[in-house]
């Protein structure tokens, strides 16, 4: 069956950086967009960044931009997300996400298949 798996979550403090990996198996990974998404207590799943099949388009949530940046590397299967600048509002939940549609405006309703999430926590 398909797994996403993410790691490298944890406590920063305001401008630090961190590195969020996923894992994928069970699925063609080349042909899947990947993505982020976020979750704080309380609040809406909300999209963070989404690179295309073959990487070389990404997109990112205007919160995000200029400090987060996304990759991902087909041959190993993984899609990585750089954090740096950190604030305490991105503390959140973070789910590594794959879409089997063509575009790279990913959205909750549309992802096939979810992580079960790392935790980032940005203290200030």
């Known amino acids: 069956q398909v797994q996403l798996v993410e790691s490298g979550g944890g406590l920063v403090q305001t401008g630090g950086s961190l590195r969020l990996s996923c894992a994928a198996s069970?699925?063609?990974?080349?042909?899947?967009?990947m993505g982020w998404f976020r979750q704080a207590p309380g609040k809406e799943r909300e999209f963070v960044a989404a690179v295309s099949w073959s990487g070389g388009r990404t997109l990112y949530a205007d919160s995000v931009k200029g400090r987060f940046t996304i990759s991902r590397d087909n041959a190993k299967n993984t899609v990585v997300l750089q954090m740096k600048s950190l604030k305490p509002e991105d503390t959140a939940v973070y789910y590594c996400?794959?879409?089997?549609?063509?575009?790279?405006?990913?959205?909750?309703?549309?992802?096939?298949?979810w992580g079960q999430g790392t935790q980032v926590t940005v203290s200030s």
């Open positions: 996400a794959a879409d089997s549609s063509f575009s790279i405006s990913m959205r909750v309703s549309q992802v096939d298949y």
């Open positions: 069970g699925l063609t990974f080349s042909t899947y967009v």
